[in-house]
């Protein structure tokens, strides 16, 4: 931690005595007002259009903080469908019945995504989790897997969650003291590829082809370092997006969609990130 970090963390440290001492005062009109707040105690303050650039900073600084205080250096991120359920249980989030069949007809995506993450996790245990932690959005689903598959081998796992009028909760598998809430999307997905490793895709919806386009975007433009771009499913993405005509129409050039991969199972995928990282087998 540098000495501005420490700084700051040692600042963060003190606020709470410093709020408890400003509640111990008489209350009268004037320090019931709003104005006699301390900033940082008050939420209607930071709460303001014009304080957007400190929460932006805020959400940025706060997980890289604790993430560099654990020791992460490095993740595997997967992204995939909140909505594709375990196998044997229903869809609950289905408008009707042809949907709910297809998502359940996925749902064997959910134990490679668990195998998957087992898979990393063991791997992550050699480097004492500090090199190659599993990081999922920490919602259902698909993520509930990852950070399941994690669960499964005690390893801790990250969840970066957000703030969705619907299906963003964390789920059970995520450590607790990696489990993040995010309000802006650009913070956190700097978060989910500061770090990146790996970049694994499982069927999704817009939020996963989002997240999957943007990576692209990023390392197509060489704003970030080529790592493994998996995408599980080879069946499910060849009906949902065209790679091959973007190409033939000439808007993405042939080697752009070299940068990705389509893999299967979760054995599969491993081994693409082990032999392109040359680790043990």
């Not at 375990?86 to 996925?106: F, I, K, M, T, Y």
């Not at 957000?162 to 700097?190: D, S, W």
């Not at 989002?210 to 975007?217: G, H, I, N, R, W």
């Not at 042939?254 to 081994?271: C, F, K, Q, S, Y």
Request: include cysteine; aromatic fraction near 10%; charge should be negative.
């Amino acid at each position: 931690m540098s000495e501005e970090e420490e700084h700051a963390w040692k600042a963060l440290v003190r606020s709470p005595r410093d709020i408890e001492k400003a509640h111990h005062v008489p209350r009268t009109p004037q320090t019931m007002a709003p104005a006699y707040r301390l900033a940082f105690d008050d939420k209607d303050f930071l709460c303001r259009e014009e304080l957007r650039p400190v929460r932006l900073q805020l959400e940025l600084l706060k997980p890289e903080m604790i993430l560099q205080e654990r020791g992460i250096k490095s993740t595997v991120v997967m992204f995939g469908s909140a909505r594709i359920p375990e196998p044997g249980h229903p869809a609950r989030v289905a408008a009707n019945d042809e949907q709910r069949r297809n998502l359940e007809s996925l749902s064997r995506f959910y134990d490679e995504a668990r195998a998957f993450a087992r898979l990393v996790s063991e791997y992550s245990a050699t480097t004492y989790h500090r090199e190659m932690v599993l990081v999922t959005g920490g919602g259902p689903g698909l993520m509930e897997a990852g950070n399941r598959g994690a669960d499964d081998v005690a390893a801790p796992s990250m969840g970066f969650n957000i703030v969705l009028p619907h299906e963003q909760a964390p789920n059970a598998y995520v450590t607790p003291g990696l489990c993040f809430n995010f309000h802006y999307f650009a913070i956190r997905k700097m978060h989910f590829l500061m770090r990146a490793k790996a970049i694994v895709i499982f069927p999704g919806g817009f939020g996963t082809m989002d997240e999957l386009f943007e990576s692209l975007t990023l390392i197509q433009t060489q704003r970030m370092a080529p790592v493994p771009f998996l995408l599980f499913g080879r069946d499910f993405w060849s009906k949902v997006i065209d790679f091959e005509e973007l190409v033939r129409q000439g808007t993405v050039a042939p080697a752009d969609i070299e940068l990705m991969r389509h893999v299967e199972t979760a054995e599969e995928g491993w081994a693409a990130i082990r032999d392109h990282y040359g680790l043990a087998a």
